[in-house]
């Protein structure tokens, strides 16, 4: 895969998922704008990476639940010292939360929830646009869930996160068809549960380097192949 000078930008990068996912493009030469709401543990992740020396990082505040925040992170992105255009959106950050019923959660908790997952990945999308049509191979890849997927109900996640995820998917299912016409793709993983770290065979949990092996294959793609969502079949059922 050819990913060496890839412009990358990626939200909810401070940890887990999306740092793994910042650290597998810079390991393969990307430029990386990686943000989390702590901007102090995200500078610690861009300091690891370009300790390494292959690819760069630069990091950034970005609250997505906040849309000064989402604002402000597209804007110091798009600073012209930084750069004049974006490869790659990972819409990456999401906060997760357990329930079954909507009152095992305060107001506020599900508004936060539906407001980063919804409203801000759908602003920082917008707001990114314009980086994103002035590169010659941009994608825009976004992590969402099976509580994403129309019909699916095994996840213990609670009602707001399944709604968050749906929103996100809604986005990514319209922009797919609108942005094919100038070379955009949008490239969507759904996976059940994952564990970060374990044993990558047919009866274990699907492992966060397969879903990140996945998001590096479907960008590495030459831009005649888009493919635009991954779909993973849950062998497990959930905390079996
Ligand atoms: N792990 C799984 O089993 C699984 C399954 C399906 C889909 N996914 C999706 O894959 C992505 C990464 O998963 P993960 O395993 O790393 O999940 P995770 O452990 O729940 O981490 C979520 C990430 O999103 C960030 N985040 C939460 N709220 C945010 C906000 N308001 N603004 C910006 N960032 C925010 C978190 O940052 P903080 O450090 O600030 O909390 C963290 O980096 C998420 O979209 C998740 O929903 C995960």
């Given at each position: 895969?050819?990913?060496?000078?890839?412009?990358?930008?990626?939200?909810?990068?401070?940890?887990?998922?999306?740092?793994?996912?910042?650290?597998?493009?810079?390991?393969?030469?990307?430029?990386?704008?990686?943000?989390?709401?702590?901007?102090?543990?995200?500078?610690?992740?861009?300091?690891?990476?370009?300790?390494?020396?292959?690819?760069?990082?630069?990091?950034?505040?970005?609250?997505?639940?906040?849309?000064?925040?989402?604002?402000?992170?597209?804007?110091?992105?798009?600073?012209?010292?930084?750069?004049?255009?974006?490869?790659?959106?990972?819409?990456?950050?999401?906060?997760?939360?357990?329930?079954?019923?909507?009152?095992?959660?305060?107001?506020?908790?599900?508004?936060?929830?539906?407001?980063?997952?919804?409203?801000?990945?759908?602003?920082?999308?917008?707001?990114?646009?314009?980086?994103?049509?002035?590169?010659?191979?941009?994608?825009?890849?976004?992590?969402?869930?099976?509580?994403?997927?129309?019909?699916?109900?095994?996840?213990?996640?609670?009602?707001?996160?399944?709604?968050?995820?749906?929103?996100?998917?809604?986005?990514a299912e319209i922009l797919s068809h609108r942005l094919r016409p100038e070379g955009i793709r949008l490239i969507s993983l759904f996976p059940p549960d994952f564990v970060q770290n374990g044993p990558r065979q047919a009866d274990s949990d699907l492992?966060?380097?397969?879903?990140?092996?996945?998001?590096?294959?479907?960008?590495?793609?030459?831009?005649?192949?888009?493919?635009?969502?991954?779909?993973?079949?849950?062998?497990?059922?959930?905390?079996?």
């Amino acid at each position: 895969m050819d990913l060496d000078g890839l412009r990358v930008a990626i939200t909810g990068a401070a940890r887990g998922t999306g740092r793994l996912l910042a650290e597998a493009f810079a390991e393969r030469g990307a430029q990386i704008f990686l943000s989390a709401r702590d901007v102090v543990a995200a500078r610690r992740v861009a300091d690891a990476i370009n300790r390494q020396g292959a690819g760069r990082a630069d990091a950034f505040h970005c609250d997505l639940a906040v849309p000064d925040s989402v604002r402000g992170f597209a804007a110091a992105v798009a600073d012209a010292d930084r750069t004049s255009y974006l490869d790659v959106l990972i819409n990456n950050g999401a906060s997760y939360i357990d329930g079954d019923d909507l009152a095992d959660v305060s107001d506020d908790t599900i508004e936060s929830v539906m407001a980063a997952g919804g409203t801000g990945t759908v602003l920082l999308t917008k707001h990114l646009l314009p980086l994103l049509r002035a590169s010659s191979r941009p994608d825009v890849v976004n992590m969402i869930s099976t509580c994403g997927e129309v019909g699916h109900r095994r996840s213990g996640a609670h009602p707001a996160f399944y709604a968050a995820k749906h929103a996100h998917a809604g986005l990514a299912e319209i922009l797919s068809h609108r942005l094919r016409p100038e070379g955009i793709r949008l490239i969507s993983l759904f996976p059940p549960d994952f564990v970060q770290n374990g044993p990558r065979q047919a009866d274990s949990d699907l492992t966060a380097q397969s879903v990140i092996d996945c998001v590096v294959f479907a960008v590495g793609q030459p831009r005649d192949c888009f493919i635009r969502e991954f779909h993973f079949e849950q062998v497990r059922t959930p905390h079996s």
